[in-house]
């Protein structure tokens, strides 16, 4: 659907396409579990029953180790620049648990990384696309339910496909994962790193496959029929190639052209005439007694001007005939010949000698303007008998007559003035020099060290020190403040809570409604008397701020007003917000109501729910939602989430996580500085993250859907913007019916890139129809 212009080829594919069978190439699979058995170096991690006995099978439990790095390398090894591999693990996760299945990632970069969340009921997919840029595919799927199940994500170049239990769940276009995994990657099986994402539950077959449509072995009754999309990317890739080397071509083919274009002026059969009689170059007769050959005795071309009049054949500044000359007539031993100039020469032998007639040559005629064969690089000379060529400056000729000159590369024959601390480019015509990284510019031919930290043309941070190295600068933070030198951050002990900004070391900047060193103290604005509400309203603190809100039994008019006076009685009764039974009748009192039986009616009160009887204030927990409580209340059923009383011994602290006094259900956060108690949510690298009984759950930040063709994401921003601007675009929406046509009119796809033509440093790439080309100041 994306390559629509190559329909036809793709169905073909699809028909031509061998059914794979279930036999894999040991090179193609990384199955984890057969390669690297845990042992007992690995605390929570023992092997058990599993859905099959086929291999083994592993119960996770609490923390586990990092695989051997000789091992994960092997493994890794297989996987590196590939971009069209399956991940798939026969599993059994336990309820609600959100943990990670394997992740490969080196530092902050999560090349692949594979985790199913129970709290949030999604499976997720976060790999690294072009750019560096962290991509998260979210897919909602409950896997954490204590049943066993077939998980399969297959990528195959933009597309990604999920499979559960051999069924296709989803399948979508994202951007091509890019698979440069260092040397030093590290390999996580059911935890994202030693503190989080620990998996709780059963995996069996954990595998990585190298191969097309990997999910086959897991489900052998899955048809494949058709190519990849990775294989289609190949196709296209294989025309962008042979577009690449056609234009290359035809450059070449438009450069021979011009130079056989040179050679229809060129009259390359030589005669020789004696007594009145032509003969052909090379052919023999006899005079006498003497035996003759034609050597090819013709006209011939001046190197400076017209020579004197009477000038012989043999004398040193007049050379043989060259090609382009032609022969006007022939009378005897008189011949006239063309010369490129445009003007007929007149010669005549005698007794095998020859003499010419330069009386026709003007003085001052500009040859030049007539026309010239002189070619690029090469400049027109006027001269008193004709026009010649002469190689520009920094350019040598490629034939004698100096049409053609080819650059020097002054570079590489050692013909430049370059000294020391620089590096010589060559150029058309001449080079340059390019001084050193570190360094700065003392003349066009020399470079010497700069000290940017007294210059202060570094890039360090005001709270920064810089210091001087040789070809360059390094920045380090300043005590209590943290950061790479470029960016530093003040430090703030356990960081600033609640939005608070640490703003220098150890002092943290509030927002309002919030106090204390690290901000972690609410503002109770209501307790503190800094809030006297209406008698008809009650003072409720909030996180960071109060409001003063109406009572049961009134209702805000509309009407602003900070302490309540807003509050107004609400007729229950007539706005049917009564929970009077059909057979009682209500009466409004000032902040409510009362429901009273009819004179000689027997009022009960009881609630059908569920098919049961409930009577008339009975409260009971809902059998889908623990968390929920309802009570009956004069026929009506009313339901509400359950209130957290931490006071409260009793308290169920699945519903109430914030009351879990437990050390082991604390959370420590991704910087290792400061721990969460169970409940509490906070923000991280664009992602929303919980603590939930001592385990982290983070899930990306939603963003607004950014409908346009070319995004950017500033930086120290999570979410997209779009950008007028594609060359600053870093993602486009490729359509592939918009195309560019590069300098040698060939035409590209959207997305593809070449190097422009004359150049080794200079990368361009089309975008949607629009040519961003870049040069790489490192090939330089």
Known sequence: ???????????????????????????????????????????????????????????????????????????????????????????????????????????????????????????????????????????????????????????????????????????????????????????????????????????????????????????????????????????????????????????????????????????????????????????????????????????FIMGGGCPPQGVKWGEGNVMKEEAQNRVCFVEGDRRAVHHPSGLCLLYEFKHLQLTVDFSVCPKGHDFCAEGNTCMEHSDCLNLEAGASCSCKEGFRPLRSDNAYCEDIDECAEGKHYCRENTMCVNTPGSFMCICHTGYIRIDDYSCTEHDECVSEQHNCDENALCFNTVGGHSCSCKPGYTGNGTICRALCDGLCLNGGSCVSPNTCMCTQGFTGKRCETDIDECSEGFVECDSRATCVNLPGWYHCECRDGYHDNGMFSANGESCEDIDECKAGRSTCANDTVCFNLDGGYDCRCPHGHNCTGDCIHDNKVKHNGQIWVLDNDRCSVCSCQMGQVMCRRMVCDCENPTVDLFCCPECDPRLSSQCLHQNGLLTYASGDTWTENCQQCQCLQGEVDCWPLSCPPADCDFTLVPEGECCAHCVSDPCQAHSVRNDITKTCEDEHGITRFSGSSWLKHGTECTLCQCKNGHICCSVDPMCL
């Not at 499976?123 to 799927?141: C, D, M, N, S």
């Not at 040179?262 to 006899?286: F, I, M």
Request: with cysteine; proline share 3%; net charge negative.
């Open 1 to 299: 659907q994306h390559f629509g212009m190559y329909e036809t080829s793709f169905v073909l594919l699809c028909v031509l396409a061998p059914v794979a069978g279930l036999g894999v190439d040991p090179s193609l699979l990384i199955n984890v579990f057969k390669d690297f058995s845990p042992g007992a170096d690995f605390k929570g991690v023992s092997q058990v029953q599993g859905f099959h006995d086929e291999s083994r099978a592993y119960l996770f439990q609490g923390n586990r180790m990092i695989l051997h790095e000789e091992t994960a390398q092997r493994m890794l090894q297989k996987l590196r620049g590939k971009s069209e591999f399956t991940v798939a693990v026969t599993l059994k996760q336990e309820l609600l648990n959100s943990g990670v299945i394997l992740s490969i990632h080196h530092a902050e970069q999560r090349f692949l990384e594979l985790e199913s969340s129970g709290q949030k009921s999604e499976v997720r997919l976060h790999f690294q696309a072009k750019g560096q840029q962290t991509h998260t595919e979210i897919f909602p799927y409950t896997l954490a339910d204590n049943q066993w199940h077939k998980l399969s994500v297959a990528i195959s170049a933009s597309h990604v496909t999920l499979y559960v239990d051999c069924n296709r769940i989803y399948e979508r276009v994202v951007s091509v994962p890019v698979m440069d995994i260092p040397e030093d990657t590290s390999l996580w099986i059911g935890q994202r790193n030693s503190a989080h994402g620990l998996f709780k539950g059963v995996m069996q077959d954990v595998q990585i496959l190298v191969m097309p449509q990997g999910y086959i072995t897991q489900c052998p009754d899955l048809n494949r029929t058709c190519p990849t999309c990775n294989d289609f990317h190949g196709l296209v890739q294989k025309i962008m190639e042979l577009q690449d080397i056609l234009a290359k071509t035809s450059s070449k083919l438009s450069l021979a052209e011009e130079r056989m274009n040179g050679l229809d002026n060129c009259y390359c059969e030589r005669t020789c005439s004696v007594k009145g009689v032509t003969y052909r170059e090379d052919q023999a007769w006899t005079d006498g007694c003497k035996n003759c050959t034609c050597s090819g005795p013709a006209a």
